[in-house]
Nanobody
Framework: QVQLVESGGGLVQAGGSLRLSCAASGRIFSISDMGWYCQAPGKERALVASITRSGNTNYTDSVKGRFTISRDNAKNTVDLQMNSLKPEDTAVYFC???????????????WGPGTQVTVSS
């Protein structure tokens, strides 16, 4: 199948920056949309940003102007540059990819295990 692995989380002070990276590997025929989600304690997992294969991006309102999503189709990677971080950005961040493993199979969503981002005030 498809495996996703995130990296780059950690502890940062408010106003600081982090860069999250995610690499997809395994039996990949093609990947369409990729994205980053976050889940804070006691809350549901929510979309942070997404990017299509052609590079069209979408951001949740709370991160617009602060976060930038990018991808490398040749390497099957997606990054999230997080600037001007706020304590309310504290969450576990998950990478997601819509991928298919063969030309005949439908696209389905795959998730990474998540990486913790903690922003101190």
């Amino acid at each position: 199948q498809v495996q996703l692995v995130e990296s780059g989380g950690g502890l940062v002070q408010a106003g600081g920056s982090l860069r999250l990276s995610c690499a997809a590997s395994g039996r990949i025929f093609s990947i369409s949309d990729m994205g980053w989600y976050c889940q804070a304690p006691g809350k549901e997992r929510a979309l942070v940003a997404s990017i299509t294969r052609s590079g069209n991006t979408n951001y949740t309102d709370s991160v617009k102007g602060r976060f930038t999503i990018s991808r490398d189709n040749a390497k099957n990677t997606v990054d999230l540059q997080m600037n001007s971080l706020k304590p309310e950005d504290t969450a576990v961040y998950f990478c997601n990819a819509l991928a298919r493993t063969t030309v005949w199979s439908p696209y389905r969503g795959f998730w990474g295990p998540g990486t913790q981002v903690t922003v101190s005030s």
